[in-house]
C-alpha cells in the first residue's frame, strides 16, 4: 500500500509506522491522519500482524503538533468536525485490539503528544520533549490531549502542561507516569521492537481481551470493572490458546498459539 505522509513496514507479525514529514517536524495535517487511519485499520484486521511500533521520521521529533496553516484557515464549525476527526483516529488506534508502541524521541508536542498519549506503552529517548502548547495559539487540546493527559499523569499535571504550554522532558515525563521508560536515543527503537516482540509472543487473544478490559474497565466503578474483568477472564477459558497455554505449561514445552 503506497502512502505519501507515513511508512507503514511489516516484519514478523510486528507493524512499523512512521509518521513520514521530517521536514515539518512530522506535523499532522489531514492527509497524514487519514492514511494513519487507513495504516490503522489495516493493523485491526490483519491477524498475522500481533503488535505495531510508532515512530516518527528525522531526528527532531516523534510529531510536533497539528498543521499551523490549515489551523488558521478553520472556523468554529470546522474545528469542532476537526477535532471530531482526529479523535476518532486516535480512539482507533487505542481501540485497535493490538498493542501500539510509540517510540517517542525530539518534540511530541500538541497532536504529537497526543498521539503518544493514545499509545498503549511509550518509550521515549533521553531528548524527548512532551507538551501541550495550544493555548499559545488561543486554542486547547483537541485530539484527546484535555482527557488522556490528567487520566495518565494526574489532574494537576495535565492543567499545569495545558496552561502553561510549557514543554517537559523525558525524565519528568516518566517521573510523572507519562511514559513507561526512558532509554538513549540510539536504544530507542530496538527497545520498542523488543516490547512489541516480547508482547507478539503471549496468547493473541488473551492480549486483546486485556487491552479491552482495561479500556473498558478505567471509568467504571470497581464492582463494574471486576465484572468485566470476569467476563473476558471466561471468554479467554472458552479459547483454544487457553488450552494450549496450560497444556503447554504443565508440559514444560514452548506453547503454540492459533488466536483462536
Avoid at 510509540?102 to 511509550?122: D, N
Wanted: overall charge neutral; some cysteine; glycine content about 12%.
Amino acid at each position: 500500500m503506497h502512502f505519501e505522509n507515513i511508512r507503514l513496514e511489516i516484519r514478523d507479525g510486528i507493524a512499523f509506522v512512521t509518521l513520514n514529514r521530517p521536514k515539518v517536524l512530522n506535523a499532522l495535517n489531514a492527509a497524514t491522519l487519514q492514511e494513519l487511519r487507513t495504516a490503522i485499520d489495516l493493523i485491526r484486521d490483519d491477524v498475522g500482524i500481533r503488535a505495531a511500533v510508532l515512530t516518527g521520521a528525522g531526528e527532531k521529533a516523534f510529531a510536533a503538533g497539528a498543521d499551523i496553516q490549515e489551523l488558521a484557515r478553520v472556523n468554529a464549525v470546522e474545528g469542532r468536525e476537526l477535532a471530531l476527526r482526529g479523535q476518532a483516529v486516535f480512539r482507533a488506534l487505542e481501540t485497535c485490539g493490538k498493542p501500539v508502541i510509540a517510540c517517542i524521541h525530539g518534540f511530541a508536542l500538541g497532536g504529537g503528544c497526543e498521539l503518544a498519549l493514545a499509545c498503549h506503552l511509550r518509550i521515549a529517548s533521553e531528548n524527548a520533549k512532551f507538551g501541550q502548547p495550544e493555548v499559545k495559539l488561543g486554542l486547547i487540546p483537541g485530539y484527546g490531549g484535555t482527557q488522556r493527559l490528567a487520566r495518565l499523569a494526574g489532574k494537576g499535571i495535565a492543567l499545569q502542561m495545558i496552561l502553561t504550554g510549557e514543554m517537559i522532558s523525558a525524565a519528568d515525563a516518566l517521573r510523572v507516569g507519562l511514559v513507561n521508560e526512558v532509554v538513549a536515543s540510539d536504544q530507542l527503537l530496538a527497545r520498542g521492537e523488543a516490547l512489541a516482540r516480547l508482547i507478539a509472543s503471549m496468547a493473541p487473544l488473551a492480549v486483546r481481551y486485556a487491552l479491552e478490559a482495561v479500556d473498558g474497565g478505567y471509568d467504571l466503578t470497581l464492582e463494574q470493572g471486576l465484572t468485566l474483568e470476569a467476563d473476558f477472564f471466561g471468554h479467554c477459558c472458552g479459547t483454544a490458546d487457553k488450552a494450549e497455554g496450560t497444556a503447554a505449561f504443565l508440559a514444560k514445552r514452548p506453547a503454540v498459539w492459533q488466536g483462536r
